[in-house]
């Protein structure tokens, strides 16, 4: 019986044969049928043609014309006023656009424009772009997304010419354009390359008296340092609330409340079982008149008898107040906390706004309690701040959007009558910040993880949206930007300890103790000077900022203010722009600092005096291997040149 290797092994040999017999009959038409030739060549044409085809897709230009002249179709369409007409005028767009999709590529262009056209009645455009990324086909995607870049750089093109308001008394505008004799008046620190768009700054339209207020903003996102989370301040506004203990204080005041009351009570009770006999309690309290209220304390129980004396006026006749036990507590909080967790505000107005916009998915008491505390673990393991800047801003970005659209169709009822500028979104706003080039860590991969997990179910696609580079991008411009917000009022902040140090980098002239950072759209393109002349300040309390002005500013003249402490000698402060800012600092107050310091080291040691020259005739010679010391203060101070930090810095002009 022949065996199954052996059947198996034949098969084997008759496909290799076969396989060579074809290849050589193969080769043999190639040669010497020309028809075989010709069908050969159409084969491989066709297969070219196949693979060649993706190459034949519009290029990014070709998308982005074509978006274009779509635009200048759509810009005659009056779009709907009233929030029944947006729902009538979205629903059809929608329905439209879908239905050309479904008919083929050839209407692709044609349901770009309706689902674009949709796009600009919806209330939340974020949400919606979100949408269209997942259930549209990619060519209609690509091209609504080109609509919406063409439409961008419109706006982008006239936003220095809204933003800031007017009544803000300041104006955005790009040194490197300004005429020569107005962009060199003042000397200005120099940025590093990985410091985008760094020639931008802000500049008075009007004249400024010192002391004065130049404008007032309110923050787009804050939030406080570890330090302050302790119960004393808002976790919305910053501000201090009244009344209100530290959390570790009031904690040990109620033990110690506590450890009283039982001794007391362990005291009542042994009296109390001293005088089970029927003995008289008398209690003698000095009265003006001396009267003596006498308690009968005849009790099976044993408890301590309370004597109800009959008082005229609360004093004794040595002027001590006799004060009930309540009236010695600290004054009432004013502190509203959240229902899940540690969070404390300081109005209804504070804790409603925080749930609106971040804290119903931050919360790690809430529906995503196991998440948010996942990711707030990891920010402190960190030591960073900004991944929780990071995603209270994206639900702010969402909750200004809708209440925006609100007031729009309130016809400005929420927040007074609408301006020009608030026709761009936060986003866009954040895209004309200048940021530093960060390198994403593993750290940031996991909190981004974390942060679409948590975020998702109120925005949804953001994880799609929000990807590493945009994340690091905005992550740099928080580290740019955000100001530290100085306390105020009684309550003392907590100083940084190993555990509630964070090494976010934050604008600080340290004239008072920070309790948090905030970020501002408007005093984020202030430029760094070490010799300001305005000041942010918070005159309110809370995260309102204030541009006070510290001398008198003339129209036209830029402002500029420490991100350091001014107070710092030189090298101390040119060595924290460095690291924090990537900053080569070359203002005036540095380039005279550096001076001084060349002139002090260049002077000559001064003349020995002849006593002195005698008394070290006769002094010990030093041993041989010892270098003479320098005579006190003769040490010159070394100034570095910073010839190998700065090689990576621009010059200044």
């Known amino acids: 019986?022949?065996?199954?290797?052996?059947?198996?092994?034949?098969?084997?040999?008759?496909?290799?044969?076969?396989?060579?017999?074809?290849?050589?009959?193969?080769?043999?038409?190639?040669?010497?049928?020309?028809?075989?030739?010709?069908?050969?060549?159409?084969?491989?044409?066709?297969?070219?043609?196949?693979?060649?085809?993706?190459?034949?897709?519009?290029?990014?230009?070709?998308?982005?014309?074509?978006?274009?002249?779509?635009?200048?179709?759509?810009?005659?369409?009056?779009?709907?006023?009233?929030?029944?007409?947006?729902?009538?005028?979205?629903?059809?767009?929608?329905?439209?656009?879908?239905?050309?999709?479904?008919?083929?590529p050839g209407q692709h262009a044609a349901a770009a424009c309706s689902f674009y056209q949709a796009l600009r009645v919806y209330p939340n455009p974020v949400e919606l772009v979100m949408i269209y990324q997942k259930t549209?086909?990619?060519?209609?995607?690509?091209?609504?997304?080109?609509?919406?870049?063409?439409?961008?750089?419109?706006?982008?093109?006239?936003?220095?010419?809204?933003?800031?308001?007017?009544?803000?008394?300041?104006?955005?505008?790009?040194?490197?354009k300004l005429p020569e004799d107005k962009g060199k008046a003042a000397k200005q620190p120099v940025a590093q390359d990985d410091v985008m768009m760094s020639s931008r700054a802000l500049f008075a339209t009007k004249a400024v008296d010192a002391g004065e207020i130049v404008y007032e903003e309110d923050a787009v996102v804050s939030t406080l340092l570890p330090c302050a989370q302790n119960g004393q301040f808002c976790y919305?506004?910053?501000?201090?609330?009244?009344?209100?203990?530290?959390?570790?204080?009031?904690?040990?005041?109620?033990?110690?409340?506590?450890?009283?009351?039982?001794?007391?009570?362990?005291?009542?009770?042994?009296?109390?079982?001293?005088?089970?006999?029927g003995e008289v309690v008398e209690a003698d309290s000095e009265k003006d008149d001396g009267e003596v209220v006498e308690a009968d304390a005849d009790k099976e129980d044993g408890d301590v008898a309370e004597a109800n004396a009959e008082k005229e006026d609360a004093e004794k006749e040595d002027g001590e107040i006799v004060e009930d036990s309540s009236e010695t507590r600290a004054p009432a909080s004013s502190a509203l906390k959240c229902d899940k967790c540690e969070a404390v505000y300081c109005s209804e107005k504070c804790r409603q706004d925080s749930s609106d916009a971040y804290h119903h998915f931050l919360c790690p008491g809430g529906s995503n309690g196991a998440i948010a505390r996942e990711f707030i673990g990891l920010t402190r393991e960190a030591h960073e701040l900004s991944p929780i800047l990071i995603a209270k801003f994206f639900g702010v970005l969402v909750d200004r959007e809708k209440k925006k659209e609100l007031e729009r169709v309130l016809g400005g009822g929420l927040g007074g009558s609408a301006s020009e500028a608030d026709e761009y979104t936060t986003w866009e706003h954040l895209d004309w910040m200048r940021y530093l080039e960060l390198i994403p860590t593993p750290t940031d991969a996991k909190v981004l993880e974390k942060?679409?997990?948590?975020?998702?179910?109120?925005?949804?696609?953001?994880t799609e949206f929000v990807s590493g580079d945009r994340y690091t991008t905005l992550k740099g411009k928080l580290d740019f930007n955000a100001y530290a917000v100085h306390g105020s009022g009684d309550a003392e902040v907590p100083a940084e300890t190993e555990e509630t140090h964070v090494s976010d980098t934050m604008r600080d002239d340290h004239s008072a103790r920070a309790v948090g950072l905030s970020l501002y759209l408007i005093s984020s393109h202030i430029a760094h000077h070490c010799d300001p002349n305005v000041q942010i300040v918070f005159p309110a309390g809370t995260d309102k900022a204030a541009i006070k002005a510290l001398r008198p500013i003339a129209a036209d003249e830029e402002l500029r203010v420490a991100f350091v402490d001014p107070s710092l000698d030189c090298e101390t402060r040119r060595k924290h722009l460095r690291e924090s800012f990537r900053i080569n600092c070359t203002c005036d107050k540095c380039e005279a600092d550096l001076a001084a310091a060349a002139v002090a080291a260049e002077e000559p040691a001064p003349a020995e005096e002849p006593a002195a020259a005698e008394e070290a005739a006769t002094a010990e010679e030093p041993a041989a291997a010892e270098e003479p010391a320098a005579p006190q203060g003769e040490t010159p101070l070394v100034v570095s040149s910073d010839d190998e930090d700065d090689e990576d810095y621009e010059d200044e002009e």
């Not at 679409?452 to 953001?462: K, T």
């Open 1 to 104: 019986m022949v065996s199954a290797a052996k059947i198996a092994a034949a098969v084997s040999v008759t496909a290799v044969v076969a396989g060579l017999g074809y290849v050589f009959y193969f080769d043999y038409k190639r040669r010497n049928d020309p028809k075989f030739r010709r069908r050969l060549r159409k084969d491989r044409k066709r297969a070219a043609k196949a693979v060649d085809r993706p190459a034949s897709e519009p290029s990014l230009d070709e998308i982005n014309a074509a978006a274009l002249e779509l635009l200048d179709v759509l810009g005659a369409t009056k779009l709907p006023d009233s929030p029944a007409e947006k729902e009538a005028f979205f629903m059809e767009h929608i329905s439209k656009g879908e239905a050309l999709c479904s008919a083929g």
């Open 136 to 176: 549209t086909p990619e060519p209609v995607f690509k091209m609504v997304m080109a609509m919406m870049a063409q439409e961008v750089k419109k706006k982008h093109s006239r936003y220095l010419d809204v933003f800031p308001p007017q009544d803000a008394n300041v104006r955005i505008k790009d040194k490197a």
């Open 236 to 277: 919305h506004c910053l501000s201090a609330i009244a009344g209100a203990q530290p959390r570790g204080a009031k904690q040990e005041a109620d033990g110690a409340k506590d450890e009283g009351s039982d001794k007391e009570d362990a005291e009542a009770a042994e009296d109390g079982s001293e005088k089970e006999d």
């Open 451 to 462: 942060l679409g997990e948590l975020v998702n179910a109120s925005i949804p696609g953001l």
